[in-house]
T-cell receptor
Framework: EAQVTQNPRYLITVTGKKLTVTCSQNMNHEYMSWYRQDPGLGLRQIYYSMNVEVTDKGDVPEGYKVSRKEKRNFPLILESPSPNQTSLYFC????????????FGEGSRLTVL | DQQVKQNSPSLSVQEGRISILNCDYTNSMFDYFLWYKKYPAEGPTFLISISSIKDKNEDGRFTVFLNKSAKHLSLHIVPSQPGDSAVYFCAASFYTPLVFGKGTRLSVIA
């Protein structure tokens, strides 16, 4: 089954404790991206990757890091989480074509205390 | 600057009637538009798309209309069903990552 898998789905952590949210896709997609969803703000892009070893900042990259060492994986790293990073995070992927459908994971709800 | 705007945060419609969700954009270079649907506790799922070379695209109960001169697109759902109750996101792109609107919460009342 074609899917984008994120882990963990739910996480409560404390300020400053490094965490990683993993994302894996099994569709051989070139493009992968991370979004956060906040009430009243919709979906905002954090980082995206057009292919292996190629990453770019989205609209709200501050406080986040990503890496794309393999085509299927695109982890989101919070080196020193802060309460304003409490949010619902979505990973997504699509083919390299601009008109390709974007497939989303089920989301990771992160709470930073 | 918000490039894709969904000015109605919520919409309520009676079952069986038409639901019309609106979206405006500011970047005239956008050439591809999509609608996504999101249920609680799930990721957004693709619903329907339209290229800028068209002004209408239909898929079953869902039709998207594009008015390039007005920089406006709309999603029509006919007839609306209770299972259509969700948040709908409009998105646009031009050789760039998708830019999403803030979403409209549709409630279809039985």
């Amino acid at each position: 089954e074609a899917q984008v898998t994120q882990n963990p789905r739910y996480l409560i952590t404390v300020t400053g404790k490094k965490l990683t949210v993993t994302c894996s896709q099994n569709m051989n997609h070139e493009y992968m991206s991370w979004y956060r969803q906040d009430p009243g703000l919709g979906l905002r892009q954090i980082y995206y990757s057009m292919n292996v070893e190629v990453t770019d900042k989205g609209d709200v990259p501050e406080g986040y890091k990503v890496s794309r060492k393999e085509k299927r994986n695109f982890p989101l790293i919070l080196e020193s989480p802060s309460p304003n990073q409490t949010s619902l995070y979505f990973c997504a992927s699509r083919t390299g074509q601009n008109t390709g459908e974007l497939f989303f994971g089920e989301g990771s709800r992160l709470t930073v205390l | 600057d918000q490039q894709v705007k969904q000015n109605s945060p919520s919409l309520s419609v009676q079952e069986g009637r038409i639901s019309i969700l609106n979206c405006d954009y500011t970047n005239s270079m956008f050439d591809y538009f999509l609608w996504y649907k999101k249920y609680p506790a799930e990721g957004p799922t693709f619903l329907i798309s339209i290229s800028s070379i068209k002004d209408k695209n239909e898929d079953g109960r869902f039709t998207v209309f594009l008015n390039k001169s007005a920089k406006h697109l709309s999603l029509h759902i006919v007839p609306s069903q209770p299972g259509d109750s969700a948040v709908y996101f409009c998105a646009a792109s031009f050789y760039t990552p998708l830019v999403f609107g803030k979403g409209t919460r549709l409630s279809v009342i039985a």
